[in-house]
């Protein structure tokens, strides 16, 4: 199990976090085509939608998404 951030576009405020079992090569084949799809004008995405990607083409390995973290301050 691991925290990988996930970046996919310019803007910081768009990026998140998955905690999950799936390797880089596992999210890059689902995560990859739905980006280069909007980014040459075919249909819009959102996090959600790559997270579900993933759940559907991985149905039984751990993949949750986080955008910010508790934290601790001392």
Partial sequence: MRVIK???TAFEE????L??????????E?????????????EEYNNDVL????K???P???????VEFDELIF
């Avoid at 997270?51 to 993933?54: F, H, K």
């Avoid at 039984?60 to 986080?66: A, K, R």
């Fill in 30 to 42: 689902v995560i990859n085509p739905i980006v280069n799809a909007e980014r040459d004008g075919y």
């Fill in 14 to 17: 768009e990026d998140f976090y």
């Fill in 51 to 54: 997270v579900e990607a993933l």
């Fill in 19 to 28: 905690l999950t079992t799936l390797t880089d090569q596992d999210i890059v």
């Fill in 60 to 66: 039984t390995d751990y993949v949750e998404m986080y």
């Fill in 6 to 8: 996930i970046n996919t």
């Fill in 56 to 58: 559907k083409r991985y």
